[in-house]
Nanobody, 120 residues
Framework: QVQLVESGGGLVQAGGSLRLSCAASGSIFRINAMGWYRQAPGDQRELVATITSGGRTNYADSVKGRFTISRDNAKNTVYLQMNSLKPEDTAVYYC??????????????WGQGTQVTVSS
């Protein structure tokens, strides 16, 4: 069993900043990558940013230069610093983990989601 606990969402004006955090715990042997996805009403869930255990990052074009993903491997925690927020960034943001459990089986988990609302 794996738990992903997200925090840091909220309401912010356009141009503002927020920082999301996601802490993983449970039967985790190895984390290969963690990331953030988002889903706006009526839309499909989309990738925002991912980071591997080695620090390699990948961003959606829509957030490049504004968002920064980072992780603390010792704490099994991933962060998403969001700057210059736009109303179109409004969505529920979900943390994701991909790795292996302590039996060697695959892990693919989602957090419960945190709402980010950007007002114009």
């Amino acid at each position: 069993q794996v738990q992903l606990v997200e925090s840091g969402g909220g309401l912010v004006q356009a141009g503002g900043s927020l920082r999301l955090s996601c802490a993983a715990s449970g039967s985790i042997f190895r984390i290969n990558a963690m990331g953030w996805y988002r889903q706006a009403p009526g839309d499909q869930r989309e990738l925002v940013a991912t980071i591997t255990s080695g620090g390699r990052t990948n961003y959606a074009d829509s957030v490049k230069g504004r968002f920064t993903i980072s992780r603390d491997n010792a704490k099994n925690t991933v962060y998403l610093q969001m700057n210059s927020l736009k109303p179109e960034d409004t969505a529920v943001y979900y943390c994701n983990l991909e790795g292996q459990d302590d039996t060697g089986g695959p892990l693919w988990y989602w957090g419960q989601g945190t709402q980010v609302t950007v007002s114009s």
